[in-house]
């Protein structure tokens, strides 16, 4: 459904010194750096699939998903969606997408919206039996109520990403591209827009591309994971994989009987070379880190030499995860990625 081999898109940025006499000599003669802000990336995602597009800000997301939309003309690559290229605007591919962007608003602030539902349905040309059952559907499973018809400035924030959410699906699109739908919200908003997203995926069988800084959106919605981090790809594969790769240890948490001590512990604990991290400040709770192969070996050990109330295995959060991926850098502060082509120059001066 979305095919991208070697997408680029880089933007030329002026820049100059502070001061009076720069701001004169940039009058005659100015310096330039190009920014890559996605810079040869390839992926490809079949119809249906839900995948997560992280990375930290700046990373290249939203450009990507600006070219996927035909917002932004790609600098060098190819990139087709469902079919068509998005730089050449066909009206027959706008019906195909929605990009939903949590930090924009499509709803006219000072009327319902409904109203704004009204000029979508102009937009889309969708006709009056497809627009009532649509809209149906959607105020049933947004749980939206009498919302349609309060002016959105009187809308709370979760409201409102509700009804950006309906009015960017009345034309029952199968391909979203989804730019932090969840930001601003509350965890019991954004477990009621992870439901809608998962619900709208299965009943439509839509292609969904999404991004998000909330690590909880990721995990109840993504099989897979796509990591973009300086505008190259880091990691395009399952989540558990990523895991793996980029956390090869766990966390134990010791929850021992009374009558024994922090010191005894602490010298049991330092006789296991695989054992890191330790930490008793909250004792008789102990912390500590294994590698995920010795898990068995060592927990066995400890419980048949202290009285042990609970034990318990933890994965690090998806946020520790990601972050350690991020982190992986190069000299030239470009990520990291098996089987990638040499490493190009991460910026380049010129002057005009």
């Given at each position: 459904?979305?095919?991208?081999?070697?997408?680029?898109?880089?933007?030329?940025?002026?820049?100059?010194e502070?001061g009076?006499?720069?701001?004169?000599?940039?009058?005659?003669?100015?310096?330039?750096?190009?920014?890559k802000?996605?810079d040869?990336?390839?992926?490809?995602?079949?119809?249906?699939?839900?995948?997560?597009?992280?990375g930290?800000?700046?990373?290249?997301?939203?450009?990507?998903?600006?070219?996927?939309?035909?917002?932004?003309?790609?600098?060098?690559?190819?990139?087709?969606?469902?079919?068509?290229?998005?730089?050449?605007?066909?009206?027959?591919?706008?019906?195909?997408?929605?990009l939903?962007?949590?930090?924009?608003?499509?709803?006219?602030?000072?009327?319902?919206?409904s109203?704004?539902?009204?000029?979508?349905?102009?937009?889309?040309?969708?006709?009056?039996?497809?627009?009532?059952?649509?809209?149906?559907?959607?105020?049933?499973?947004?749980?939206?109520?009498?919302?349609?018809?309060?002016?959105?400035?009187?809308?709370?924030?979760?409201?409102?990403?509700?009804?950006?959410?309906?009015?960017?699906?009345?034309?029952r699109?199968?391909?979203?591209?989804?730019?932090?739908?969840t930001?601003?919200?509350?965890?019991?908003?954004?477990?009621?827009?992870?439901?809608?997203?998962?619900?709208?995926?299965?009943?439509?069988?839509?292609?969904?591309?999404?991004?998000?800084?909330?690590?909880g959106?990721?995990?109840?919605?993504?099989e897979?994971?796509?990591?973009?981090?300086?505008?190259?790809?880091?990691?395009d594969?399952?989540?558990?994989?990523?895991?793996?790769?980029?956390?090869?240890?766990?966390?134990?948490?010791?929850?021992?009987?009374?009558?024994?001590?922090?010191?005894?512990?602490?010298?049991?604990?330092?006789?296991?070379?695989?054992?890191t991290?330790?930490?008793?400040?909250?004792?008789?709770?102990?912390?500590?880190?294994?590698?995920?192969?010795?898990?068995?070996?060592v927990?066995?050990?400890?419980?048949?030499?202290?009285?042990?109330?609970?034990?318990?295995?933890?994965?690090p959060?998806?946020?520790?995860?990601?972050?350690?991926?991020?982190?992986?850098?190069?000299?030239?502060?470009?990520?990291?990625?098996?089987?990638?082509?040499?490493?190009?120059?991460?910026?380049?001066?010129?002057?005009?």
């Amino acid at each position: 459904m979305i095919h991208v081999e070697h997408l680029s898109k880089h933007y030329r940025v002026h820049e100059r010194e502070p001061g009076l006499l720069a701001s004169l000599r940039s009058l005659v003669s100015r310096s330039y750096r190009v920014v890559k802000a996605v810079d040869d990336i390839s992926f490809h995602i079949p119809a249906g699939q839900i995948v997560g597009f992280l990375g930290p800000n700046g990373a290249g997301k939203t450009t990507t998903m600006k070219v996927l939309t035909g917002l932004l003309h790609p600098t060098a690559g190819r990139v087709e969606v469902a079919g068509f290229k998005p730089q050449e605007h066909r009206n027959a591919f706008k019906r195909r997408i929605s990009l939903v962007m949590g930090q924009k608003s499509q709803l006219i602030w000072d009327v319902p919206a409904s109203d704004s539902f009204l000029v979508n349905k102009a937009i889309y040309e969708i006709d009056d039996e497809t627009y009532r059952k649509s809209l149906g559907e959607l105020a049933e499973l947004l749980e939206l109520g009498r919302v349609l018809h309060k002016p959105v400035r009187q809308l709370s924030l979760g409201e409102r990403m509700k009804c950006e959410l309906a009015a960017s699906l009345l034309h029952r699109p199968d391909i979203l591209f989804l730019d932090e739908p969840t930001i601003g919200l509350d965890v019991q908003m954004q477990e009621v827009v992870r439901r809608f997203i998962l619900e709208y995926n299965r009943s439509v069988g839509a292609t969904v591309l999404l991004t998000s800084h909330y690590m909880g959106d990721v995990t109840a919605l993504c099989e897979r994971v796509m990591v973009i981090g300086g505008g190259r790809l880091l990691y395009d594969g399952g989540i558990a994989e990523l895991v793996d790769r980029h956390s090869p240890r766990k966390r134990i948490k010791l929850q021992l009987a009374e009558g024994g001590s922090a010191e005894a512990i602490r010298a049991r604990l330092a006789r296991e070379p695989a054992v890191t991290n330790v930490m008793l400040d909250d004792y008789p709770v102990a912390l500590f880190e294994v590698p995920r192969e010795q898990v068995s070996a060592v927990s066995a050990k400890l419980l048949a030499d202290f009285p042990v109330l609970d034990l318990t295995i933890e994965d690090p959060s998806m946020e520790t995860v990601i972050g350690q991926a991020f982190a992986q850098t190069d000299g030239a502060g470009a990520l990291r990625k098996e089987n990638r082509q040499e490493e190009r120059e991460t910026s380049e001066v010129g002057r005009e």
